[in-house]
């Protein structure tokens, strides 16, 4: 083909403009990164107490001596349940003293095409079985070192396999039965050095002794007409006006409710070191009167610290905070900001931290990290929109940006400075007419008088003395629409506690704001321990409260010893054909594509197109040949492109367009090849609303993978940038990228393992309608494990749990056997997204789902549970002079960790910029028997096949790609309902909420695509 060929392709096709919303790069998406029983001799299991708690049931030992119950006890009493032979043919040798779980009964199941695979599942005729109407128990087996490992056991009915249905029916909502957290088997021990590190985890010294007061507090509005009857009325207040009202009952009553002795929680409890006075109290605030109802609640014991007296320390530890400070969410910041962190616009970076309690193998400790969040200015109105509005020079400019000015008020709390007040009103709109036009009827407070009408002018100049400047613009709207209240502009000041929206932010001070969050790890350091000996230190108003209960905070963070694991040995391809054994390098732990190397398996690009959005940007003839050319010398052959079509961005502003645009594309490339279209390359001019348009059409309409890149990075066509989207390419077409060398630890050759992926994408907080996306990926080819499927499901809105885990799971162990023709038999899920709280929601939820639906008369694979947590604020300093960041593979698992959960902190990744953060991983159930080393190190590697980077990424890459799966899920979503709500798109059958954003067809992608890496 001539290189003149690239340029046909029609004239520059129009397009409505574009009227979309907040930017998408365009970059294809994600962010980046820098015992058991017997085996026969008579032994049996172990017998062993375990503690079970779950809600807010009692504790309970259980003492089982036939290795039944959870747990890792240690007892010595032998007498466990000796084991029949299993049914059926064993498929591989089993030592003497392995793990009894990997005796693996081989029966066929069939699949698409009749192929026959096999299914690797458990068979013990011999078990003993408790009653009959139990549906399961739990045991524990012997690892292949002997140690106990936590499993859930199925009993046979009439020695023949339970039925799937069995499995879990008892437990997903027994919770005398639950399933608990597994327990820390060991310590790890793996390392090639280790290293001293601080953490930002400050001890809390208290007296165990000691006890809390709790008492529940009611707050409610009395009714203006006959304060005598008190009356109540039943309306909401707000969390700050509770809190101002619960100072001035202090204040009130300071013998009866001492300040510094007390701590509200801004709801029902009132924490308190000292007796208080119940009954009830009026309070006035901000000319209301409000009753406060108080009542003994219970006492709290120091002795032991489950969650609810971890919840009443951590108010009493934020008691002073909460008066002085604005609270986000866990996070304190100042009412006042540094001047040079001011944003312009009527923003501003306010500098505070995040702070919260947690017990730790350490002992009760508060940890405290930096946080940056942008607020709008307390400052008057009229200054933030001349601030805000570049077309605003003056006050008398307002009228004729009105509708800008509405989108920036509108629904922000405001003060007033006509009147003394503290009351915050909230901006519903702006008056039609201006000031000097305004006329009300006012009414006579004692009704003797009719009502009459009043101009708002002289109200203020007869009622408030003030005179109004600006009479010749609108004035805010601080009612509703049954009952507006109009106040003038220039008495109405932001309140500080107003958060701005990050995405809202222009360039230069989304730029400034990102400078100032990611602070290098010396500078973060000095920026939590400042802040600590403000809040805390003797003399403070936070040690003031706190020495009242008896409590301290040591001034200096927590020394702990670290180790650094070894990254593994990579493989890579070579243009000589022979496989390349890499050793990357241990301080970044990168690797490049030169000199030779290539990728392991690459897949040739045969037939392509390519659209230029760029509106004639790009040189076609220039960067064309540079990409096949470096796609070809990593090992992703490329041919021509099959059809060029240059045109600008006005052909994504629509989702009709874009579909019209890629169908046409798909048709003119059908002409001229007779194989199926396998890419569509996009270079776009910006980042655009289009790119999810593209991305939703070729993925679930037409069936073609899509590539998209910015034109800035196309027209440098630098080499790494074009190794790194071909990389991406050979993943999308199924090509392998990098394998490791040595196999995953813990698992045998002749094991099947499978890695699974969860995530939940919630819609924004404003949004209350939109689904949340739940995201499963799983790994398809063994034993590399780095080929992966995704489904996407759509679920309640802002619902954690996964509800149909199981039965997305399924689809993608099916997938696997297709590749490999056998059903994994060992599973290892990673579960992002979710707190502490909610690991039981994950084990007596989407666990028990995930069994009951894969579950068979003759497949039972063994499942780990492990949960990885990145929104938490435990950071690691290096304590050993250098100012840089930790080390990729630094672990940490003691001192910092739970008491007795399986967890560690690993920092996989090199942090180039800002504080590395670690990610915290828990192991909360595992049938697999892993020791502490390996799944450390399972962790760790998993952290290199990540397929479009040459460096390990900070998570584990089955909830790196199921991160992505549920982003692109939500790019859907939205694409679903602008066609809603503008009918381009018929709903087909409709679901049960009566939106198509919660049909699960419209995310169901084409049968080509379905177990394909579209998402990288």
Not at 930 to 941: A, C, G, R, T, V
Not at 975 to 985: D, H, K, P, Y
């Amino acid at each position: 083909m001539e290189r003149s060929s690239y340029n046909r392709g029609g004239n520059n096709n129009g397009g409505r403009t574009n009227g979309g919303r907040g930017p998408w790069a365009p970059q294809d998406g994600g962010r980046g990164d820098n015992g058991g029983r017997g085996n026969g001799n008579g032994n049996g299991g172990r017998s062993r107490s375990y503690q079970q708690q779950y809600g807010d049931q009692r504790q309970e030992q259980y003492q089982e001596n036939y290795g039944g119950g959870r747990g890792r006890g240690r007892g010595r009493e032998s007498g466990g349940i000796g084991s029949g032979r299993g049914r059926g043919q064993q498929n591989y040798w089993t030592p003497a003293n392995a793990n009894p779980r990997q005796n693996a009964d081989r029966v066929p199941e069939r699949f698409d095409g009749g192929r026959e695979v096999v299914a690797r599942s458990r068979g013990a005729s011999g078990q003993q079985v408790g009653h009959p109407s139990v549906a399961h128990t739990q045991t524990l087996i012997q690892n292949r070192s002997g140690l106990p490992v936590q499993v859930q056991e199925v009993p046979h009915l009439e020695a023949q396999f339970a039925s799937s249905l069995t499995v879990t029916e008892r437990s997903r909502d027994d919770v005398a039965n639950a399933f608990v957290p597994i327990k820390r088997p060991d310590r790890g021990t793996l390392g090639w050095k280790s290293i001293n590190l601080l953490v930002n985890h400050f001890r809390v010294n208290f007296v165990p002794s000691n006890s809390i007061l709790r008492y529940d507090v009611d707050i409610k509005q009395e009714s203006d007409q006959d304060a005598s009857s008190s009356r109540t009325v039943k309306k909401s207040i707000p969390k700050s006006s509770l809190r101002l009202i619960q100072e001035k009952l202090c204040a009130d009553n300071p013998g009866q409710f001492p300040l510094l002795h007390m701590g509200y929680d801004g709801e029902k409890n009132i924490f308190s070191a000292i007796s208080l006075q119940p009954g009830t109290y009026s309070v006035q605030v901000g000319g209301r009167s409000y009753s406060c109802t108080i009542k003994y609640g219970g006492e709290l014991h120091l002795s032991k610290l489950p969650r609810e007296v971890l919840q009443a320390l951590d108010v009493v530890m934020k008691a002073s905070l909460f008066r002085e400070k604005v609270s986000v969410g866990r996070g304190m910041y100042p009412r006042e900001y540094r001047p040079q962190d001011d944003l312009r616009g009527g923003v501003a970076a306010y500098r505070g931290f995040q702070q919260s309690l947690k017990l730790t193998s350490n002992g009760l400790v508060m940890c405290t990290d930096y946080s940056v969040v942008p607020f709008r200015k307390r400052m008057p109105v009229l200054d933030f929109l001349i601030e805000h509005i570049w077309e605003i020079k003056s006050a008398d400019d307002i009228f004729r940006v009105r509708n800008k000015v509405m989108a920036a008020l509108k629904g922000l709390k405001v003060g007033v400075t006509h009147r003394r007040t503290n009351q915050k009103y909230t901006v519903s709109g702006l008056s039609e007419k201006a000031t000097k036009d305004i006329s009300f009827e006012l009414e006579d407070p004692e009704g003797k008088k009719e009502p009459e009408v009043t101009m708002l002018t002289e109200y203020f100049r007869n009622k408030w003395g003030k005179e109004i400047k600006h009479k010749g613009i609108p004035c805010l709207n601080l009612g509703n629409g049954k009952r507006p209240n109009y106040v003038p502009i220039e008495f109405c000041i932001l309140a500080e506690d107003r958060r701005f929206p990050k995405e809202q932010l222009g360039k230069d001070a989304a730029r400034k704001l990102k400078d100032l969050s990611l602070l290098p790890p010396e500078h973060r350091k000095s920026e939590i321990c400042n802040m600590v000996h403000n809040e805390y230190a003797t003399g403070s108003r936070g040690a003031e409260v706190i020495r009242n209960f008896e409590v301290a905070v040591d001034m200096n963070m927590t020394e702990v010893n670290g180790r650094v694991m070894e990254p593994p040995k990579l493989k890579l391809g070579g243009s000589n054909g022979k496989l390349n054994i890499v050793t990357v390098d241990k301080q970044k732990c990168q690797y490049n594509l030169m000199n030779g190397r290539t990728l392991v398996a690459g897949k040739a690009v045969e037939r392509w197109a390519l659209i230029d959005f760029s509106g004639g940007q790009l040189n076609l003839n220039v960067f064309i040949p540079k990409l096949m050319a470096r796609c070809t010398s990593i090992g992703v052959k490329m041919e021509e492109p099959t059809y060029v079509y240059p045109t600008n961005m006005r052909e994504l502003s629509d989702y009709d367009t874009v579909r019209e645009l890629l169908k046409w594309i798909v048709l003119e490339c059908g002409k001229r090849n007779k194989g199926r279209l396998q890419l569509v390359f996009c270079v776009m001019a910006e980042i655009h609303d289009g790119y999810k348009y593209l991305k939703y059409v070729s993925e679930t309409e037409i069936g073609v993978m899509t590539q998209c890149c910015l034109s800035q990075n196309a027209c440098k066509a630098n080499d790494q940038f074009l190794a790194n989207v071909g990389m991406k390419i050979n993943a999308k077409l199924g090509g392998s990228n990098m394998e490791l060398v040595e196999r995953f630890p813990l698992f045998s050759k002749e094991d099947h393992f499978m890695f699974i992926g969860a995530d939940v994408n919630h819609p924004a907080a404003s949004n209350t309608l939109a689904p949340s996306v739940a995201a499963v990926v799983g790994s398809v080819n063994w034993p590399a494990a780095n080929r992966y499927a995704a489904r996407v499901s759509p679920q309640t809105h802002r619902k954690e749990e996964i509800v149909n885990f199981g039965s997305l799971c399924l689809e993608l162990i099916n997938s696997y056997a297709k590749v490999n023709g056998v059903k994994p038999n060992k599973i290892v899920v990673f579960r992002d997204g979710v707190s502490d709280d909610q690991f039981e929601m994950v084990l007596n939820k989407e666990m028990v789902d995930m069994k009951k639906t894969i579950y068979t008369e003759h497949y039972r694979p063994y499942v780990t549970f492990v949960v990885a947590q990145k929104r938490h604020t435990t950071r690691l300093f290096l304590n050993n002079g250098d100012s840089g960041n930790v080390p990729p593979g630094t672990t940490v698992d003691r001192d910092i960790v739970h008491p007795s959960n399986f967890d560690f902190y690993l920092c996989s990744h090199y942090g180039g910029i800002g504080t590395s953060k670690p990610t915290h991983y828990t192991v909360i159930w595992d049938e697999n028997g892993f020791k502490s080393n390996e799944i450390q190190q399972l962790s760790y590697h998993l952290c290199f096949i990540f397929a479009r980077c040459t460096k390990p990424v900070s998570l584990v890459t089955p909830v790196y790609y199921a991160d992505l799966v549920a982003y692109r899920g939500r790019l859907f979503q939205e694409v679903l309902m602008e066609n809603e709500a503008s009918g381009s798109r018929s709903s087909g059958s409709s679901s049960s909420s009566g939106f198509p954003s919660f049909d699960q067809s419209f995310y169901n992608l084409c049968q080509d695509l379905k177990d394909s890496m579209f998402f990288i």
